[in-house]
Nanobody, 127 residues
Framework: QVRLEESGGGLVQAGGSLRLSCATS????????MGWFRRAPGKEREFVAA????????YYADSVKGRFTVSRDNAKNTVYLQMNSLKPEDTAVYYC????????????????????WGQGTQVTVSS
């Protein structure tokens, strides 16, 4: 059974940076898309970023383009989300997710493209 565990969340001032990590157990990590989603208070879960199994391509929500960078280390079964220039509206619980396929097939992945989820890590950006 696949397990995903996020870490790296916390409280940061606007303009600051955080790096989230997601450690994954199981043999499917290295052949699967990995993604990040978030859920802000009172809002639905939304796509943030995703990366192909071999890091050949990554995708971002418009709201985070140019500020967030997704990367992965298949040798460590870990995916990362580097978040720079954070804004109060980035405040949310961030979830990593294991994709159902090795390549992203849409410009905006949805939750249906992922089969396993972590418990989430809280990111709070103060103004």
């Amino acid at each position: 059974q696949v397990r995903l565990e996020e870490s790296g969340g916390g409280l940061v001032q606007a303009g600051g940076s955080l790096r989230l990590s997601c450690a994954t157990s199981g043999r499917t990590f290295s052949v699967s898309v990995m993604g990040w989603f978030r859920r802000a208070p009172g809002k639905e879960r939304e796509f943030v970023a995703a990366i192909n199994w071999n890091s050949s391509r990554s995708y971002y929500a418009d709201s985070v383009k140019g500020r967030f960078t997704v990367s992965r280390d298949n040798a460590k079964n870990t995916v990362y989300l580097q978040m720079n220039s954070l804004k109060p509206e980035d405040t949310a619980v961030y979830y990593c997710a294991l994709g159902l396929r090795p390549y992203i097939t849409t410009m905006t992945p949805t939750a249906d493209d992922f089969g396993s989820w972590g418990q989430g890590t809280q990111v709070t950006v103060s103004s």
